[in-house]
């Protein structure tokens, strides 16, 4: 009885959104006014944050047979999952409202896509991330189509789902590669048993390239890029804003859960496939964005060679360079928000603000607005004193360290090619004249929150090390 308890103890922020979301789809059918909806999807968010700092204790914790881990890294993990859906929540509202969209069944799977990335961030074994997985994903097919009479989103959704099953099953054959290997899913038996084997043995090989094939899909990594640009265009913006954000977290954690783990004794092997993704990933992403005019599209590829940069860090092999690595998702999370929330605002209804053109003269419509934009353009260009510059910093600086020296030269050459298409944005709000002088009305809470994050960018910037020393305890903590 007492085990069941501390299980149930350790999993409590999971079993909160796990009931909310239930009971949410259930008031979403009775409810008159849906906007009690939004607020319970609020509340389940900040009170799982709540039960996850309120539980937080530096040692390891584990539950349900050693399957769950409750560690510094997944309750920091999980702290920015729920905070990053709460403001996305905050943006999207009027969004939904103005197409029909605002119903019980996006804040649910919403929600159930928050359970499966938790469970993903404290899985310890191969089942457990497995299962978080499936359930994040089939979550994010069904987001994708919300807007059923869309055509648009329909073909994404299709697109998202086939490639989504194919990555899915190659991620599921690689482990089951390794269990047979190793005769274990618990990631700290099979990094003990990988000590004893033979690394070289040509099945646990292939196991690991399914698995790190697998990790590069849900990353959006190159070659496994093909789905994001046509997603990210395709889905309604709101979806978009998800699909390119909070997920990245979760993706991070199995990465990190699997490879610098499980499969540690195997890091010679993985560095060299990481090494390749990253630097295809960071000219590939950057080369094709300047040729794009539609906004989403150019965020999306702009995604690729930020994960790019995010295998840098992961590349290193080291703590160092896992916790720069964290540091560069949490930013560019931040920035990903910014950047959506920015087309969220300027959309109205029965009009997508995301073509470039429609940035025309924003600084001559809304100085402020144009301003925030700004900011978070040079976030993500990296220029100083953004915190895009300082993540890119800490993960060159890890790979430098690693010793990859011509990839790291590589990688700040493209930085500069992939300026152009940031700064080109910089140049449409502040010296085109506007196509049109509609009224940008937002409601008070998203404009505030929206103006918050983009100062956090330069504020961040500016004073990185509160960031940096949470994400480097989170990951000495947990993988000591």
């Given at each position: 009885?007492?085990?069941?308890?501390?299980?149930?103890?350790?999993?409590?922020?999971?079993?909160?959104?796990?009931?909310?979301?239930?009971?949410?789809?259930?008031?979403?059918l009775?409810?008159?006014?849906k906007?009690?909806?939004?607020?319970?999807?609020q509340?389940?968010?900040?009170?799982?944050?709540?039960?996850?700092?309120?539980?937080?204790?530096?040692?390891?914790?584990?539950?349900?047979?050693?399957?769950?881990?409750?560690?510094?890294?997944?309750?920091?993990?999980?702290?920015?999952?729920?905070?990053?859906?709460?403001?996305?929540?905050?943006?999207?509202?009027?969004?939904?409202?103005l197409?029909?969209?605002?119903?019980?069944e996006?804040?649910?799977?919403?929600?159930?896509?928050?359970?499966?990335?938790?469970?993903?961030?404290?899985?310890?074994?191969?089942?457990?991330?497995?299962?978080?997985?499936?359930?994040?994903?089939?979550?994010?097919?069904?987001?994708?189509?919300?807007d059923?009479?869309?055509?648009?989103?329909?073909?994404?959704?299709?697109?998202?789902?086939?490639?989504?099953?194919?990555?899915?099953?190659?991620?599921?054959?690689?482990?089951?590669?390794?269990?047979?290997?190793?005769?274990?899913l618990?990631?700290?038996?099979?990094?003990?048993?990988?000590?004893?084997?033979?690394?070289?043995?040509?099945?646990?090989?292939?196991?690991?390239?399914?698995?790190?094939?697998?990790?590069?899909?849900?990353?959006?990594?190159?070659?496994?890029?093909?789905?994001?640009?046509?997603?990210?265009?395709?889905?309604?913006?709101?979806?978009?804003?998800?699909?390119?954000?909070?997920?990245?977290?979760?993706a991070?954690?199995?990465?990190?859960?699997?490879?610098?783990?499980?499969?540690?004794?195997?890091?010679?092997?993985?560095?060299?496939?990481?090494?390749m993704?990253?630097?295809?990933?960071?000219?590939?992403?950057?080369?094709?964005?300047?040729?794009?005019?539609?906004?989403?599209?150019?965020?999306?590829?702009?995604?690729?060679?930020?994960?790019?940069?995010?295998?840098?860090?992961?590349?290193?092999?080291?703590?160092?360079?896992?916790?720069?690595?964290?540091?560069?998702?949490?930013?560019?999370?931040?920035?990903?928000?910014?950047?959506?929330?920015?087309?969220?605002?300027?959309?109205?209804?029965?009009?997508e603000?995301?073509?470039?053109?429609?940035?025309?003269?924003?600084?001559?419509?809304?100085?402020?607005?144009?301003?925030?934009?700004?900011?978070?353009?040079?976030?993500?260009?990296?220029v100083?004193?953004?915190?895009?510059?300082?993540?890119?910093?800490?993960?060159?600086?890890?790979?430098?360290?690693?010793?990859?020296?011509?990839?790291?030269?590589?990688?700040?050459?493209?930085?500069?090619?992939?300026?152009?298409?940031?700064?080109?944005?910089?140049?449409?709000?502040?010296?085109?004249?506007?196509?049109?002088?509609?009224?940008?009305?937002?409601?008070?809470?998203?404009?505030?929150?929206?103006?918050?994050?983009?100062?956090?960018?330069?504020?961040?910037?500016?004073?990185?090390?509160?960031?940096?020393?949470?994400?480097?305890?989170?990951?000495?903590?947990?993988?000591?």
């Amino acid at each position: 009885m007492g085990n069941i308890q501390v299980d149930l103890i350790t999993a409590l922020p999971e079993l909160i959104v796990l009931f909310m979301a239930m009971l949410i789809l259930l008031t979403g059918l009775f409810a008159k006014n849906k906007i009690i909806i939004y607020a319970l999807a609020q509340f389940t968010l900040f009170a799982a944050a709540f039960i996850t700092v309120d539980t937080h204790t530096p040692a390891v914790g584990y539950a349900f047979t050693g399957m769950f881990v409750d560690d510094t890294l997944s309750d920091v993990l999980k702290l920015m999952i729920l905070l990053g859906t709460a403001v996305m929540f905050v943006y999207t509202r009027q969004y939904m409202q103005l197409r029909n969209m605002f119903r019980g069944e996006y804040y649910a799977l919403v929600l159930f896509a928050v359970l499966g990335m938790m469970i993903m961030v404290s899985g310890q074994s191969m089942l457990t991330i497995y299962m978080g997985l499936e359930l994040l994903s089939l979550c994010l097919y069904s987001l994708v189509a919300l807007d059923r009479d869309n055509a648009k989103s329909s073909e994404a959704a299709m697109k998202y789902f086939v490639l989504g099953a194919l990555a899915s099953g190659m991620l599921l054959y690689g482990m089951s590669m390794i269990y047979g290997m190793t005769g274990s899913l618990n990631l700290a038996d099979i990094s003990s048993a990988l000590q004893e084997a033979n690394t070289k043995n040509p099945v646990l090989i292939l196991g690991l390239v399914f698995i790190v094939a697998g990790l590069a899909f849900k990353f959006g990594a190159v070659p496994f890029q093909m789905w994001v640009p046509d997603v990210y265009q395709g889905a309604p913006t709101s979806i978009t804003l998800l699909i390119s954000s909070v997920p990245k977290f979760a993706a991070f954690a199995i990465a990190i859960r699997l490879l610098a783990q499980g499969l540690q004794p195997m890091v010679a092997d993985w560095q060299d496939m990481l090494l390749m993704m990253a630097v295809l990933s960071i000219a590939i992403g950057n080369l094709t964005a300047i040729a794009q005019t539609n906004l989403k599209r150019m965020l999306a590829y702009s995604a690729i060679s930020h994960i790019g940069f995010l295998l840098f860090g992961l590349m290193s092999g080291s703590l160092n360079g896992y916790a720069s690595s964290m540091f560069y998702i949490s930013a560019y999370v931040l920035m990903t928000l910014a950047g959506f929330g920015m087309i969220l605002l300027l959309s109205r209804k029965g009009f997508e603000a995301e073509n470039l053109d429609d940035l025309k003269g924003l600084f001559q419509r809304s100085p402020w607005t144009a301003f925030l934009m700004l900011v978070t353009m040079f976030s993500m260009a990296g220029v100083p004193p953004t915190i895009g510059f300082y993540a890119k910093f800490t993960v060159l600086q890890a790979a430098l360290q690693a010793g990859y020296i011509w990839a790291v030269v590589f990688a700040v050459l493209m930085t500069i090619v992939g300026a152009f298409y940031y700064l080109r944005i910089v140049k449409l709000m502040y010296f085109d004249a506007p196509l049109d002088n509609a009224r940008i009305s937002a409601p008070i809470d998203m404009k505030f929150i929206l103006s918050l994050n983009a100062i956090t960018l330069l504020l961040l910037g500016l004073m990185p090390q509160t960031l940096m020393n949470i994400c480097a305890a989170a990951i000495a903590r947990s993988l000591q």
